[in-house]
């Protein structure tokens, strides 16, 4: 029996162990993202490139808190519970056991839940959202293998100073590997802005839709392909600049289908311009964006009639040659601008570089207000 309890003992602390250490990437994980998330710093995301997506989404924060913030919390939780669970043994052990067992539950569920938002709303991941995930899973697989043992006496201070020096790796290495991270800026508080070729370029011909004050000192125009999953993946981003500054910007879309490169495209932006003759331009674009991993005939032909168009005049628009040809046309009006890729985003006369975070377009458009 002494022998199996002696088993039962050692599977305890390694559990426990495990379990520190797993809390300690999470924590990790939620710390640079809080960091992220409250000083706008760009986020460095490795292969899957969606970070920015998901803080952009409304799903990066709950009842207005942010949720690596919420994240932070749980880590610390589960940590607060086994450094409890060492200190003081004979404490209510089963109580203990059974929140943290709890405890994990809901994180489990709750990381869960966000991986399937990424999947399926957001359509963007993020990797440390992920990592988040994948520890508070195996935090909670870890804790069906906790022993109901006490840890005995003797055996106190010893574990005590594991998980001692178990933060003292932590603060050390976590610190360094932080600074790198946070170091990566990518180019700075604001994006790099160049003068368009070919002189003073015509960005908002007349007719174009607009939204927004005609009379603002700054419009942004940003150059689309309906079926670019780049501009599908922006579209957080810039959907949350145009309800933020709503009545100071002038916001401009232009379609430059890739035909190239997607099946669909010229028949999106033909539909597109179906719907601006019906006055939906804009709701039109933002539902063919959301969707367009559906962009058969059919499905054009449902969005315009969830849009509450003329389905009827909608479908035979999509057959005009005329409308056809005006999409080319506006094609090559975008590459006599230089427009050879989507998204390409103008603020004012000059193009950006690359796609700004959100804190960086937010902080570009407030510095051109105040010119």
């Known amino acids: 029996m002494k022998y199996l309890k002696k088993i039962s003992i050692a599977k305890m602390v390694w559990v426990h162990r495990a379990m520190l250490w797993t809390a300690l990437v999470g924590l990790f994980s939620s710390a640079y993202l809080c960091i992220t998330y409250l000083t706008g710093a760009p986020i460095v995301c490795g292969i899957v490139s969606g970070c920015e997506v998901v803080r952009a989404s409304a799903w990066a924060t709950t009842f207005g808190i942010p949720r690596p913030l919420l994240g932070l919390a749980f880590y610390g939780a589960i940590i607060l519970a086994l450094i409890i669970r060492t200190y003081a043994p004979h404490h209510r052990p089963e ?15 709750e990381s869960g839940f966000l991986t399937l938002v990424q999947t399926y709303e957001i359509k963007a991941y993020c990797l440390w959202c992920l990592l988040s995930a994948a520890c508070a899973t195996g935090l909670f697989i870890l804790s069906f293998f906790e022993s109901e043992e006490i840890l005995p006496e003797k055996m106190v201070t010893h574990e005590l100073k ?4 178990a933060f003292a790796v932590f603060i050390v290495v976590g610190a360094l590997a932080m600074w790198i991270l946070l170091a990566k800026r990518g180019g700075g508080e604001q994006p790099v802005i160049s003068a368009a ?30 079926e670019c999953p780049g501009c599908r993946d922006y579209y957080p981003i810039m959907k949350k600049i145009r309800e933020d500054y709503a009545g100071r910007i002038r916001y401009v879309v232009r379609i430059f289908p890739l035909i190239e490169l997607h099946a669909h495209a010229k028949q999106a932006a033909i539909a597109a311009e179906c719907a601006k003759q019906q006055g ?12 367009q991993n559906a962009l058969e005939r059919d499905d054009l032909v449902r969005y315009a009639d969830a849009l509450h168009l003329d389905t009827k005049a909608f479908s035979a628009c ?20 230089g427009i050879n890729k989507t998204p390409m985003i103008f603020v004012n ?17 407030d510095e051109e207000l105040k010119k």
């Open 162 to 165: 594991k998980i001692f020096w």
């Open 349 to 365: 006369d000059g193009v950006l570089e690359q796609l700004p975070t959100y804190q960086q377009f937010k902080y570009l458009l």
């Open 95 to 109: 109580f203990w056991k059974n929140v943290t067992l709890l405890a994990t539950f809901f994180g489990f569920v």
């Open 197 to 226: 070729g070919g002189g003073r370029p015509v960005l908002v011909p007349e007719g174009t839709p607009t939204e927004g004050p005609v009379s603002s000192t700054v419009t942004v125009v940003e150059f689309l392909d309906l």
């Open 280 to 291: 939906k331009w804009f709701e039109y674009v933002d539902a063919a964006l959301i969707n």
């Open 318 to 337: 999509l057959d005009d040659q005329k409308v056809a040809d005006a999409v080319m046309a506006e094609r090559k009006a975008g590459e006599a601008i």
